[in-house]
């Protein structure tokens, strides 16, 4: 069973343009969850997508955007990039089956901003 | 809110010592625990978890117990070797997973 994918798996892009994230859950699972891991603080939560809607979304700005499709698949939008957005980018996705749960991640996307 | 607050590193020790890294939680209700391991060049892997007060989680020679009447969710291996050497994340479980800062372990030879 192939596990949650990410692509690119880097992605270079200079100040002020926009990146796009991609993200493949789990076969069957519903739910994708979207995490920066910025250097030296850890990981922050971003988005959470169940069933084709953003469910919550964490401390961030709007520029951070994204939308799940039918498929259950993700994407992550940044705008108006900047500096402080170099990070990776993981994306993790989970089923609910009424009981406990838990996330699997994918490999990420290491996004440099220049 | 719900918020995990894990013991800063990094911690270094060498082969075969014991190592503990802690975890406290704050959370409303009953959310399930994990730790998560993040090898270097490598995304987050699941280590162990544990769902409910007085679970232990178990999985190559790590363990953590889920204590309710502590808040704690601490993670011990009794003999480490150089391949543990890593990111180890606690994180706390609702709707999302919250987690703590991380903690650099390095094992050396």
């Known amino acids: 069973e192939a596990g949650v994918t990410q692509s690119p798996t880097h992605l270079i892009k200079t100040r002020g343009q926009q990146a796009t994230l991609r993200c493949s859950p789990i076969s069957g699972h519903t739910s994708v969850y979207w995490y920066q891991q910025a250097l030296g603080l850890g990981l922050q939560f971003l988005l959470w997508?169940?069933?084709?809607?953003?469910?919550n979304r964490g401390n961030f700005p709007p520029r951070f955007s994204g939308r799940q499709f039918p498929n259950y698949s993700s994407e992550l939008n940044v705008n108006a990039l900047e500096l402080e957005d170099s990070a990776l980018y993981l994306c993790?996705?989970?089923?609910?089956?009424?009981?406990?749960?838990?996330?699997?991640f994918g490999q990420g996307t290491r996004l440099t901003v220049v | 809110g719900n918020s995990v607050t894990q013991m800063e590193g990094p911690v270094t020790l060498s082969e075969e010592a014991f190592l503990t890294i802690n975890c406290t939680y704050t959370?409303?209700?009953?959310?399930?625990l994990f730790w998560y391991v993040q090898y270097p060049g490598e995304g987050l892997q699941l280590l162990l978890k544990?769902?409910?007060?007085?679970d232990k989680g178990s999985n190559k020679g790590f363990e953590a117990t889920y204590r309710k009447e502590t808040t704690s969710f601490h993670l011990e291996k009794g003999s480490v070797q150089v391949s543990d050497s890593a990111v180890y994340f606690c994180a706390l479980g609702d709707y999302k997973l919250s987690f703590g800062a991380g903690t650099t372990v390095t094992v050396r030879a």
């Open positions: 959370a409303t209700g009953y959310p399930s």
């Open positions: 544990a769902t409910k007060a007085d």
């Open positions: 993790a996705s989970s089923a609910r089956t009424g009981g406990p749960w838990e996330a699997f």
């Open positions: 997508y169940d069933e084709g809607e953003e469910r």
